[in-house]
Antibody
Framework: EVQLVESGGGSVQPGGSLRLSCAAS????????MSWVRQAPGKGLEWVSA????????YYADSVKGRFTISKDNSKNTLFLQMNSLRAEDTAVYYC??????????????WGQGTLVTVSS | QSALTQPASVSGSPGQSITISCTGT?????????VSWYQQHPGKAPKLIIY???NRPSGVSNRFSGSKSGNTASLTISGLQAEDEADFYC??????????FGGGTKLTVL
């Protein structure tokens, strides 16, 4: 069974940093692209970032480009999202999701349970 | 990248069929067959119900179906059941090698 478990969320002040992790199991982690998708309280889904299976290519939404960095450790089956210069508008539940293949953006299945990031002074 | 356009809400009675539209541009929905749909119940993670425009993952009811015409994709749910009440989101790959979601549609089963 494929499982994704996020961790690392919490409360941080504006301008601060946070690193999210997503532990994956049940599939060949290095063969699949992975994505982060967020959902602000009471709002819809917003794609944040993606990375190819090998980690060779990364992709970002304009809203986080230059502030967030996605990476993966294929030896530890773990996906990361380093978030710097956090803003109030980054407050959301962050989900990691497995892409349908090694290329980015086909579909997302499954999703983790999510981890809440709150940016507030 | 602007969000795909979905109706904010739709409703139907048990047993009826409803359709949710998802309108984009030739740079996303219209340009690729990488449209997917997700169902999200309150407090839960989204669940994939349609991928590549019209394919159903294993285990998803055949009451869910997807299609696309031009820049608009559609999700149809037939034989509405109370358990179908949820939020639904479409998504598409884009020409910028990114992904864009729709704003979401709240389905109410009357």
């Amino acid at each position: 069974e494929v499982q994704l478990v996020e961790s690392g969320g919490g409360s941080v002040q504006p301008g601060g940093s946070l690193r999210l992790s997503c532990a994956a199991s049940g599939f060949t982690f290095s063969s699949y692209a992975m994505s982060w998708v967020r959902q602000a309280p009471g709002k819809g889904l917003e794609w944040v970032s993606a990375i190819r299976g090998s980690g060779s290519s990364t992709y970002y939404a304009d809203s986080v480009k230059g502030r967030f960095t996605i990476s993966k450790d294929n030896s530890k089956n773990t996906l990361f999202l380093q978030m710097n210069s956090l803003r109030a508008e980054d407050t959301a539940v962050y989900y990691c999701a497995k892409d349908g293949g090694n290329t980015v953006g086909n579909w997302f299945d499954p999703w983790g349970q999510g981890t809440l990031v709150t940016v507030s002074s | 990248q602007s969000a795909l356009t979905q109706p904010a809400s739709v409703s139907g009675s048990p047993g009826q069929s409803i359709t949710i539209s998802c309108t984009g541009t030739s740079s996303d929905v219209g340009g690729y067959n990488y449209v997917s749909w997700y169902q999200q119940h309150p407090g839960k993670a989204p669940k994939l119900i349609i991928y590549d425009v019209s394919n159903r993952p294993s285990g998803v009811s055949n009451r869910f179906s997807g299609s696309k015409s031009g820049n608009t994709a559609s999700l149809t749910i037939s034989g509405l059941q109370a358990e179908d009440e949820a939020d639904f989101y479409c998504s598409s790959y884009t020409s910028s090698s990114t992904v864009v979601f729709g704003g979401g549609t709240k389905l109410t089963v009357l």
